[in-house]
């Protein structure tokens, strides 16, 4: 049974730094391209990050790139997203996934729809 776990989130202050991790049961995360997306209070799911599954691509969206960090972990079968500067806007609920489909560039397999397994969410709040 796949299963995908994010950890780590929490409240912090403006300024201040988290560390997300995506973990991973029943599936390699090393054979996908993986995001993350953020879904705040009454707005749609957005994507915010992605790596492919080599590592050599990566994406950020507009809003959180020079802040926002995606890396993955083989050997621990986990993905990280590394959150600084963090701002009150940047307040959702933050999700993994694995996408369906592999491309070279992985800004490309930004939507949901490439995305089959999903992880239940970590509370990410940015407040004073």
């Known amino acids: 049974q796949v299963q995908l776990v994010e950890s780590g989130g929490g409240l912090v202050q403006p300024g201040g730094s988290l560390r997300l991790s995506c973990a991973a049961s029943?599936?390699?995360?090393?054979?996908?391209?993986i995001g993350w997306f953020r879904q705040a209070p009454g707005k749609e799911r957005e994507g915010v990050s992605c790596i492919s599954s080599n590592g050599d691509s990566t994406y950020y969206d507009v809003s959180v790139k020079g802040r926002f960090t995606i890396s993955r972990d083989k050997a621990e079968n986990t993905v990280y997203l590394h959150m600084n500067s963090l701002k009150p806007e940047d307040t959702a609920v933050y999700y993994c996934?694995?996408?369906?489909?592999?491309?070279?560039?992985?800004?490309?397999?930004?939507?949901?729809?490439?995305?089959?397994?999903w992880g239940q969410g970590a509370q990410v709040t940015v407040s004073s």
């Open positions: 029943g599936i390699t995360l090393a054979r996908y391209t």
């Open positions: 996934a694995t996408a369906n489909k592999n491309s070279g560039y992985c800004g490309s397999l930004m939507g949901t729809r490439f995305y089959d397994f």
